[in-house]
């Protein structure tokens, strides 16, 4: 049950076409999704509810987009999905096969300066093609949670849903350092990722 004096709390699922956003959300959200047409658009969006550690999230799945300079209809709504709702979780979705593209997307949304979290997903894929993808170590540039996910098995969702309120806002000009090896990682202290968040 969710806490009734907590206020409800957006989550915005950001990412590429193809990724496995919708397939996350339908984990995340189960049974009660709900689809709308975006307000003076032709683009339908799913929206759906999550209830976490007593906290209630509305989930939205935008639109798939690969920058935030939109190409098309679909790409405009996502853009201004995230313009309407500064005070949204975001939670990037990358593919885990494709980190940099991943990246591109993720980077253009850390710039509006909102709270973000990124899954990765299709970690299966990953390790069929024995694509190895470090998540700690990507939390540590980021600076911001980061979760392994397989949307189609199930895996890595629960944590997913957890880290949730853990999500930051991320620094740009740091996570511009740690590329550059500027800032040396902080140390790793009992399995901690370094986002933090805690
Ligand atoms: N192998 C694998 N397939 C996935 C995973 N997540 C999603 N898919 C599949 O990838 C395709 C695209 O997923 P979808 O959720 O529609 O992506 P979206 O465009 O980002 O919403 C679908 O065929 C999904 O079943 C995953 O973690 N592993
Ligand atoms: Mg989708």
Do not use: W
């Amino acid at each position: 049950m969710a806490d009734s004096t907590k206020k409800k709390i957006t989550v915005l699922m950001v990412g590429n076409p193809n990724v496995g956003k919708s397939a996350l959300f339908n984990r995340m959200t189960g049974a009660n999704a709900m689809v709308s047409n975006y307000p003076g658009t032709t683009v339908d969006f799913t929206s759906g509810t999550l209830i976490e550690g007593r906290q209630e999230y509305e989930i939205i799945d935008v639109p798939g987009t690969y920058s935030l300079e939109p190409r098309d209809a679909a790409e405009e709504v996502a853009v201004r999905m995230i313009r309407d709702h500064p005070d949204a979780v975001v939670m990037i979705v990358f593919d885990a096969t494709k980190i940099d593209r991943g990246l591109y997307i993720a980077l253009e949304v850390m710039e509006q300066g909102m709270l973000c979290i990124v899954a990765v997903n299709m970690m299966d894929t990953a390790h069929d093609k024995k694509i190895s993808v470090d998540t700690a170590d990507l939390q540590k540039v980021l600076g911001v949670p980061v979760v392994a996910t397989t949307a189609t098995s199930g895996e890595g969702i629960r944590e997913l849903a957890e880290q949730i309120r853990k999500a930051q806002v991320a620094d740009l000009d740091k996570i511009i350092k740690r590329l550059n090896g500027e800032i040396p990682d902080k140390k790793s202290v009992g399995g901690c990722g370094g986002c933090g968040g805690c």
